[in-house]
């Protein structure tokens, strides 16, 4: 998912984890994805539950952040295309597509769902902590993807969305406008846009979501 899709998640799971540090925690919760501006691996950052628990056990005063952390694991371990694919009404027009919505595609749609439906601004702390200088992330590397996704949450738009990916590597610089295009064409194609929509909600991600993550952590 993307970075307000996590932030919106993350949100939502506040009451069931009960973080003491609640900056820190949303912070958790967004920074894994860094690995795209600090060009590494995807497991360099998106570490097993056994790694988090390790860092709990030696860092406790990052435990919020570390919380957060965890969240955004466990929520990427739902595959968010097959999950909305599955469901009404996309579950019936993927033959007649001409094309099937790759999961970059669906990633974006995503996030562009749970941006419209909005929601409570909140901070982030950018904290480049213990655990992030053990991942290898720099103190720059923090404070532009800290900035990069504080200005995204802010504005909460689609072109906001696309230069924050931009920003932090997510989208390669020669295809920004690729991504704009294909915005442009799907806002003239309503129809379709809310049947995906519709199909987003149906897959009800919120409550998949915190099932996963209440039944990881018991």
Not at 113 to 123: C, D, H, K, N, S
Request: hydrophobic residues 40%; contains cysteine; charged residues 20%.
């Amino acid at each position: 998912m993307g970075p307000y899709s996590h932030f919106s998640l993350a949100v939502k799971l506040e009451p069931l984890l009960q973080p003491d540090d609640h900056p820190a925690y949303l912070w958790g919760a967004v920074v894994p994805d860094i690995r795209y501006l600090a060009n590494l691996p995807r497991t360099h950052t998106h570490l097993d539950l056994d790694r988090i628990q390790q860092f709990t056990v030696r860092y406790p005063h990052l435990r919020s952040f570390l919380s957060g952390y965890q969240v955004h694991l466990l929520v990427d371990q739902i595959d968010v295309s097959q999950t909305v694919g599955a469901a009404f009404p996309l579950n019936l027009l993927r033959k007649v597509l001409r094309k099937g919505i790759s999961p970059q595609q669906m990633t974006m749609m995503v996030e562009l769902y749970f941006l419209q439906r909005g929601g409570a601004q909140a901070p982030l702390s950018g904290e480049n902590n213990e655990v992030l200088c053990e991942l290898s992330i720099s103190t720059e590397q923090n404070a532009v993807f800290h900035q990069a996704l504080q200005e995204y949450f802010e504005n909460r738009s689609f072109e906001a969305a696309v230069s924050a990916f931009q920003k932090i590597g997510m989208i390669e610089n020669g295809r920004l406008e690729t991504y704009l295009n294909a915005y442009r064409t799907m806002q003239k194609r309503k129809v379709l846009t809310g049947l995906i929509m519709l199909s987003i909600k149906n897959a009800r991600l919120e409550s998949k979501v915190i099932e996963h993550v209440r039944t990881s952590l018991q």
